[in-house]
């Protein structure tokens, strides 16, 4: 069965940092292009970030470039978010997602992990 | 970056209705442009990939298409064609262009009975 788990959501303090993991099973990891996106509660979806096959491009959105950093390990089939600085503003539902080519969608979702920020 | 934009925000429709949903790109996107259905508490699933291909598994009732300019070059405007309403249908679609980073959704369309 194609999967995707992600783990790694909580709580955070403003400013904090939190990092997420999203572990992949039943197809080729190496194969596929990975990417972060996230949901505000009632809101829509919002992209984040993005890593090739072999991690060598790597894209993010201006809303958390410099603060979040997005990494994989192929010989793991996991998928890293590591977020750092978080704002109130970062409060969402995170999911992780691939395709075998960026091109044409993301075929492959995960469940999502909730992270919440708050003092 | 491109910014989408979908319409309506909301939409009323009933068992058996023929509906449209339009996305529009802030640019041209070479017809990368995906559709994808969320249902409250799930991830999103895609059902349409490059304007109007049929991801697999994805019933045919379901259906993209998108404009095209005079010489051929692809347009700025896309739609979603749910061809004959069925319960599950009722969810919230989103449009995705992956034309270039940041790969941007719209802002949903609520499909409401």
């Known amino acids: 069965e194609v999967q995707l788990v992600e783990s790694g959501g909580g709580s955070a303090q403003p400013g904090g940092s939190q990092r997420l993991s999203c572990a992949a099973s039943?197809?080729?990891?190496?194969?596929?292009?990975m990417t972060w996106v996230r949901q505000t509660p009632g809101k829509g979806l919002e992209w984040l970030s993005y890593i090739t096959n072999t991690g060598s491009i790597i894209y993010y959105a201006d809303s958390v470039k410099g603060r979040f950093t997005i990494s994989r390990d192929n010989a793991k089939n996991s998928l890293f978010l590591q977020m750092n600085n978080l704002r109130v503003e970062d409060t969402a539902i995170y999911f992780c997602a691939g395709s075998l080519h960026y091109h044409y969608g993301l075929d492959v979702w995960g469940q999502g992990t909730t992270v919440t920020v708050s003092s | 970056d491109i910014q989408m934009t979908q319409s309506p925000s909301s939409l009323s429709a009933s068992l058996g209705d023929r509906v449209t949903i339009t996305c529009r790109s802030s640019q041209s996107i070479n017809n990368y442009l995906n559709w994808y259905q969320q249902k409250p508490g799930e991830a999103p699933k895609l059902l349409i990939f490059a304007a109007s291909s049929l991801q697999s598994g994805v019933p045919s009732r379901f259906s993209g298409s998108g404009s095209r300019l005079s010489g051929g070059r692809s347009g700025t405007d896309f739609s979603l064609i749910i061809s004959s309403l069925r319960p599950e249908d009722f969810a919230t679609y989103y449009c995705?262009?992956?034309?270039?980073?940041?790969?941007?959704f719209g802002q949903g369309t609520k499909l409401e009975i």
């Open positions: 995705q262009q992956t034309y270039s980073a940041p790969h941007t």
């Open positions: 039943g197809f080729t990891f190496n194969t596929y292009t």
